[in-house]
């Protein structure tokens, strides 16, 4: 995770993305933000004055036909409270969660993530 807002880029914390090989080659891409990283990723982020906690995806092959991004209750709960904004970015897409879309979050967030592609192409 990074900080997306004042001293954007700095690392806050890393996430372990789970890559998983289809029988036809294809590739897909799990990420879920625990507590633990994100309790680490808020007290780096207060303590740089920042409000924003963006999640980097890297796919520098451009070769991940389907991204799942899971946000426990919990970590969302502990963001909310924070006061935090959320940013998932990867080179395809760029989705923003306001602070507000957090809060009151009942059971886990969950985005599934299908670039549509043609060829070498993202359309």
Not at 17 to 43: C, F, P, W, Y
């Amino acid at each position: 995770m990074e900080n997306g807002g004042i001293d954007n880029g700095a690392i806050v914390a890393t996430t372990v993305i789970h890559r998983k090989t289809a029988a036809d080659g294809s590739k897909r891409d799990e990420v879920t933000l625990t507590l633990e990283q994100t309790n680490k990723s808020i007290e780096k982020l207060q303590a740089a004055g920042s409000d924003v906690a963006k999640v980097v995806i890297p796919d520098p092959k451009d070769e991940v036909a389907e991204l799942d991004v899971t946000i426990p209750q919990a970590s969302a709960e502990r963001l909310a409270a924070s006061h935090i904004h959320l940013e998932i970015f990867t080179d395809n897409v760029r989705i923003v969660i306001p602070n507000d879309s957090l809060q009151g979050l009942t059971g886990d967030g969950y985005f599934r993530i299908v670039p549509v592609k043609k060829g070498n192409r993202t359309q």
